[in-house]
């Protein structure tokens, strides 16, 4: 069994129903053992364009492999519509690997943990919900500036 977290971000259509639904997908993939979900947040894009994002992060346990989370997690993407046709475009729903077990890995395909979640209060803000222990006070500092907001749904 394994512990992954998972970055949750949609800035196209409506939003939080696809955060909603790719947390329901999740929840029902055979090899997601258990799931807890942060509260969702309303942010400005980071190095994007486009409307305002919703973001959340889950927790997994989990039987996939890395590269096996990262293929379900790219099917739900492509099921939900998800296009790219430039770097950082609007997104119907973005799924990030963030961290799995304590592994650190990095390859053309996969890097983990994250390599830029630490730069984004709209991952830090919802994994210390879920894992406080996995984000520091300094870390939350350093991200202070991004306005990151806490949604009531």
Request: with cysteine; proline share 7%; charged share 20%.
């Amino acid at each position: 069994m394994h512990r992954a977290y998972v970055g949750l971000g949609a800035n196209l259509g409506d939003a939080l129903a696809a955060l909603r639904q790719a947390i329901q997908d999740l929840q029902a993939h055979s090899k997601v053992l258990g799931l807890r979900a942060s509260s969702f947040y309303a942010s400005a894009p980071v190095e994007a364009d486009g409307p305002d994002f919703v973001n959340a992060v889950v927790e997994l346990d989990t039987t996939l492999s890395p590269y096996g989370l990262l293929a379900a997690l790219q099917l739900m993407e492509h099921s939900a519509g998800r296009q790219r046709p430039y770097l950082n475009a609007p997104r119907t729903l973005d799924l990030d690997v963030l961290l799995y077990d304590d592994l650190h890995m990095s390859d053309p395909s996969l890097t983990i943990p994250h390599p830029r979640m630490w730069q984004r209060a709209f991952v830090l803000r919802p994994l210390q919900e879920l894992a406080p222990d996995r984000v520091s006070a300094a870390q939350l500092a350093a991200v202070a500036s991004q306005r990151v907001d806490k949604m009531r749904c």
